[in-house]
């Protein structure tokens, strides 16, 4: 039976019996392949995985990705997401193609939202003008401002990139698309959260954010080649990057640093900007007090976010890209028998089911759920294997935000505005001394930190 909120299913003729009613799917049309050499972007290395292709989507791989995506989905909201590597290297034209796929195939009650992650760099009148036509929402890597930005996120001739970002995201404003910022959270920024977030915010005019953690994983082996970095080396090697070992490169971020890097920046949104700017994790954070969970990261299981490489491949994940969870090519077996295979749900199903003992037992649970299992590969308190690098931090952000998130759902569930909850902030740091240490846990006083007037 059809209801307001599914769609019959199209073009296939036995339903998997794990098949999802709808999921995310990131498409990557030039593969690994990118205009940059970003110090810190593992995925360079996967050109590795596919030594003598062209890295580019074939027209007839884009049409069975359409196709099979509109067709599988049960919901009447799909996502055509487009990420890299770089997708503008393949050119507008492919893109006005998987539009004209998108339209064919489209069935009735069927709508259709386009994202498209990119550097930036090569965007122009042209790109941003089919951008609006579509209305594309654009996701735009900017790590904060030029010199933090810099410092790993630099072209092929070692030369740092915000200045040509800019330009990138002038034309977007220009064209006025929609677009997000998505920045990482690395060695270079990590002190720097209030900071970067008032340039995201001031600056940039940016309304949505969100932040990754760079956790590069490495063998004892392999971790000094890894500190030089994943892009090309002429003469020298560049590891395939996969889901092994127990140590990090220097680039990432230090789970502690990690979780007062979101504190930063939740104290000041909390104080100023709720309902007006739009913090990923702080609106997925929100939700997970309804008990939705929007986010995978932050889901008690996973296995709703494949990655498709350019020539069909589709993996469990954009974070393990690698032959362990190849699970089958969309040009033999259709996508949702792929997607809804007993080996996907497994890989869901894993992330609840080997949460270490301390992660079961963790009060915040219900709304971190260990993380992202990329992420779990160190020892729990008691010596237990596959436990969250970042879990310092990430306990350090639920805990804290606690108070101030419970007034929010409050709120909500009263039907008032979440951005409610400045006015119980406000009613709180009149109660503060100037001179008492500032509730972010930075130690500095509140009166040079977070209650500085006009911060």
């Known amino acids: 039976m059809t209801t307001n909120n599914t769609l019959p299913l199209s073009g296939i003729q036995t339903m998997p019996p794990h098949a999802p009613p709808r999921f995310h799917l990131l498409a990557k049309p030039s593969g690994s392949t990118c205009n940059l050499d970003c110090t810190y972007c593992f995925f360079l290395s996967k050109e590795a995985l596919y030594p003598n292709s062209k890295s580019r989507m074939a027209d007839q791989t884009l049409e069975n990705y359409i196709r099979q995506t509109l067709e599988a989905h049960r919901t009447p909201e799909v996502t055509i997401a487009w990420q890299g590597g770089e997708p503008t290297l393949m050119g507008v034209e492919f893109f006005r193609r998987s539009i004209e796929f998108a339209e064919r195939y489209k069935r009735p009650g069927q709508t259709i939202e386009y994202t498209f992650q990119t550097n930036g760099v090569l965007l122009d009148d042209e790109w941003c003008a089919f951008f609006k036509e579509h209305n594309f929402l654009i996701g735009i890597s ?3 401002p030029e010199e933090i930005h810099d410092t790993y996120r630099l072209n092929k001739g070692g030369q740092g990139t915000f200045k040509q970002v800019m330009r990138g995201l002038d034309f977007l404003k220009k064209h006025e698309v929609d677009f997000n910022i998505l920045c990482t959270v ?3 920024n990590q002190h720097h959260g209030r900071r970067v977030y008032r340039f995201f915010r001031d600056e940039l005019g940016a309304t949505w954010m969100q932040f990754i953690p760079i956790v590069e994983r490495a063998t004892a082996e392999l971790l000094p080649l890894a500190n030089l970095g994943w892009h090309e080396r002429p003469g020298g090697d560049r590891p395939l990057y996969l889901q092994a070992g127990d140590l990090v490169t220097e680039r990432s971020v230090g789970g502690e640093q990690y ?10 949104w909390v104080r100023h900007d709720v309902g007006r700017i739009f913090v990923q994790l702080f609106d997925v954070t929100l939700h ?23 020539n069909g491949d589709l993996y469990t994940c954009d974070h393990f890209v690698e032959p362990n969870f190849l699970l089958g090519n969309i040009n033999e077996i259709h996508m949702l028998e792929l997607v809804g295979s007993a080996e996907m749900r497994r890989f869901g199903d894993n992330k609840r089911d080997l949460l270490t003992r301390q992660c079961r037992d963790c009060e915040v649970r219900m709304l971190c759920n260990g993380g992202c299992p990329k992420d779990r590969f160190v020892l729990s308190r008691d010596g237990e294997p596959g436990h969250n690098c970042l879990c310092e931090g990430l ?3 639920f805990n804290h935000t606690r108070p101030a998130m419970a007034v929010m759902a409050d709120l909500v569930q009263r039907g008032q505005y979440a951005d409610g909850v400045m006015t119980w902030v406000a009613e709180q740091d009149k109660r503060r001394g100037r001179n008492d240490p500032c509730p972010c846990g930075s130690g500095r006083k509140f009166k040079s930190c977070h209650g500085q007037p006009g911060s």
């Open 142 to 144: 900017v790590d904060g």
């Open 186 to 188: 690395n060695a270079a």
């Open 259 to 268: 979780g007062r890097f979101l504190v930063d920046i939740f104290e000041e």
């Open 288 to 310: 997970a007090y309804f008990g939705q969970h929007l986010l995978c990261i932050h889901a008690p299981t996973c296995g709703y976010g494949p990655a498709l490489e350019h």
């Open 395 to 397: 306990y350090h952000f």
